[in-house]
């Protein structure tokens, strides 16, 4: 029974592409996250969505693009993929923004 | 630009021995200062968390101590077990975002 999960595990593909990484928590929170991690480990936050509403909008390129079709659900839609992206992507989610935030397993993107 | 420096980057440590890891910031709006550990391949989760009004505090083997003038913040794990083996992230929180340090790497040896 997991708290927070991420599908894909892992995501290969080649510049230019679109593609999605799917979220879900079964916490009952009510607010959601996106980070980045990058390859030197460094974690910057993306996005946050409070009541599927979005609360945080951090200096993301427009490509990504976040959907939160209800409060268990996060997901993260990048068009035009570049190098650059190449990351690993962590979902979170938190009872209210002040709580503390359960972070998903990650996915680990690679574009080529 | 990073709002939390973290030090050092990596660090080796015996087991029994005691691993300091520093944070320091600027920002004074930040009203919450928690420690993230994560272990390859897995998300990071919550270690144990501060508040600016409280100079330390202590869960089992980990201990933050905070000097709020001196805009430092440390996390001290006693007894390092091969187990803690991980890397350790502090981070800071204001308007609900959390700022990340850059991680310290934390490896015990038998």
């Known amino acids: 029974d997991t708290a927070v999960s991420q599908t894909p595990k892992y995501l290969v593909t080649q510049m230019g592409n679109d593609k999605s990484i799917k979220c879900e928590q079964n916490?009952?929170?009510?607010?959601m996250y996106w980070y980045k991690q990058d390859s030197k480990k460094f974690l910057k936050i993306m996005f946050s969505y409070n009541n599927k509403e979005l609360i945080i909008n951090e200096t993301v390129p427009n490509r990504f693009s976040p959907k939160s079709p209800d409060k268990a659900h996060l997901n993260l839609h990048i068009n035009s993929l570049e190098l650059g992206d190449s990351a690993v992507y962590f979902c979170?989610?938190?009872?209210?923004?002040?709580?503390?935030?359960?972070f998903g397993p990650g996915t680990r993107l690679t574009v080529l | 630009q990073q709002q939390v420096k973290q030090s050092p980057q990596s660090l080796i440590v015996q087991k029994g021995g005691i691993s300091i890891i520093n944070c320091a910031y600027e920002?004074?709006?930040?009203?919450?200062f928690p420690w993230y550990q994560q272990f390859p391949g897995k998300g990071p989760a919550l270690l144990i968390a501060?508040?600016?009004?409280?100079s330390e505090k202590k869960e089992g083997r980990f201990t933050i101590s905070f000097n709020k003038s001196a805009k430092q913040f440390s996390l001290h794990i006693m007894d390092s077990q091969p187990g803690d083996s991980a890397t350790y992230f502090c981070a800071a929180r204001r308007d609900y975002k959390l700022s990340f340090g850059a991680g310290t790497t934390v490896t015990v040896r038998a």
């Open positions: 920002n004074t709006a930040f009203d919450y």
């Open positions: 916490l009952g929170h009510d607010t």
């Open positions: 501060i508040r600016p009004d409280v």
């Open positions: 979170a989610s938190s009872q209210q923004q002040t709580d503390t935030q359960y």
